[in-house]
């Protein structure tokens, strides 16, 4: 019988980052940095108007278009939930 060999993946783990101290997840930029080194940005910086990621994705305009109006509708959401949950 065989056995699955086990799924760990050095290339994956370099991209993957711990979470926040708060426990927000935390994203790798896509391309590494001049060391090789995959920089962990925060949710909040992505879109920022700061560049974070050694090439610039977090501020891609084209990305930061769809992720604001997503954030845009996620917030108003979000609010009608708690508004809904605090007038129970
Ligand atoms: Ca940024």
């Given at each position: 019988m065989e056995v699955a060999q086990s799924s760990y993946d050095p290339r994956a783990e370099s991209t993957k980052c711990p979470p926040a101290a708060d426990g927000m997840e935390r994203f790798a930029c896509p391309t590494p940095d001049r060391q090789g080194r995959y920089r962990c940005i925060d949710d909040h910086v992505l879109c920022d108007g700061f560049i974070d990621c050694?090439?610039?994705?977090?501020?891609?305009?084209?990305?930061?278009?769809?992720?604001?109006?997503?954030?845009?509708?996620?917030?108003?959401l979000a609010d009608a939930l708690l508004r809904w949950a605090r007038g129970r």
């Open positions: 050694p090439s610039g994705e977090d501020e891609d305009r084209q990305a930061c278009m769809f992720y604001k109006t997503t954030k845009a509708h996620l917030d108003v």
